[in-house]
């Protein structure tokens, strides 16, 4: 669904995305992860059209990005860092101007915006002001603001962050509902649990580059070995506990632990980033 191809984004001299390549399929969460200033924003803003890249390529449902690209855009959802809501609108009129902004008229913005809205448990607040809500109330109409058009593709930047944990795992469910659904998903975050839990794929990306990519297992594969781990047995070893053995000890010496924090701070390191 997604395919972006050598990315390459400059501001003066610095070279902020500095050949970036990724891809999403439908039905697929995509985790985009990296320390602060990596690039993983520009990232974003060049996959939904936002900002031209310098050099490169992005092309959704198989239809490059070019010029105003309105008809591509069209099949993109933005859920931005910073929630982007009408304060003084209701739930329901916030979706229906952002309905409107993608063309949907009639009957057919009325169902989607009671769909987006029950998908996201706000249908019982359909009325009331954003002013009102909590913050996790208005991260998830943010995200139904990006799903009314009925997108394939969905990406979120840093969709949870300042919300409770109910309003998270509220968060999390969405977004498993909507990969069953057949969308595809780029998912930037800081929470390493979060990507574990959601991302059937990560890419790591530090300095603007790609430096790993891969599914939690192939990550691991990039951690140091921590160790042998010796058994003794007495007795008779037939074919199937040699076998057992075999694939145990592969186990143990192919990575430190199974966290991806650990692959994290092993690919990018313990430097603070400001």
């Not at 050099?55 to 490059?64: K, P, Q």
């Not at 995200?143 to 919300?163: K, Q, R, S, Y």
């Not at 076998?243 to 430097?271: C, I, N, P, Y």
């Amino acid at each position: 669904m997604l395919v972006a191809t050598d990315l390459w984004k400059s501001y003066g001299d610095k070279a902020v995305v500095a050949g970036v390549s990724l891809d999403v399929a439908a039905g697929e969460i995509v985790g985009l992860l990296g320390p602060n200033g990596a690039g993983k924003s520009t990232t974003v803003a060049m996959l939904c059209g936002l900002t031209p890249p310098d050099r490169g390529t992005v092309a959704v449902g198989g239809i490059e990005i070019r010029g105003d690209a309105s008809a591509v855009k069209r099949r993109i959802g933005l859920v931005t860092q910073e929630v982007s809501l009408f304060e003084d609108l209701g739930a329901a009129a916030n979706l229906e101007l952002f309905g409107a902004l993608y063309g949907l008229t009639g009957d057919l913005l009325r169902r989607s915006v009671a769909d987006a809205l029950a998908l996201v448990g706000l249908a019982d607040h359909a009325a009331a002001k954003p002013a009102t809500f909590s913050g996790g109330m208005k991260r998830r109409l943010n995200i139904a603001c990006a799903l009314v058009h009925d997108p394939d593709l969905l990406l979120l930047d840093e969709p949870t962050v300042g919300v409770d944990p109910q309003s998270r795992n509220a968060i999390f469910d969405n977004l498993e509902t909507l990969r069953a659904r057949g969308k595809a998903l780029v998912y930037t975050t800081h929470y390493m649990e979060e990507a574990e839990r959601l991302c059937d794929r990560v890419t790591i990306i530090d300095h603007g580059k790609v430096i790993a990519s891969g599914d939690q297992r192939e990550l691991e594969r990039l951690l140091p070995v921590s160790g042998v781990r010796r058994v003794e047995i007495e007795g008779v070893i037939d074919d199937e506990l040699l076998s057992t053995l075999a694939v145990h000890r592969v186990t143990v010496r192919g990575r430190a632990s199974g966290s991806l924090e650990d692959v994290f701070m092993h690919l990018t390191g313990r430097q603070l980033r400001d």
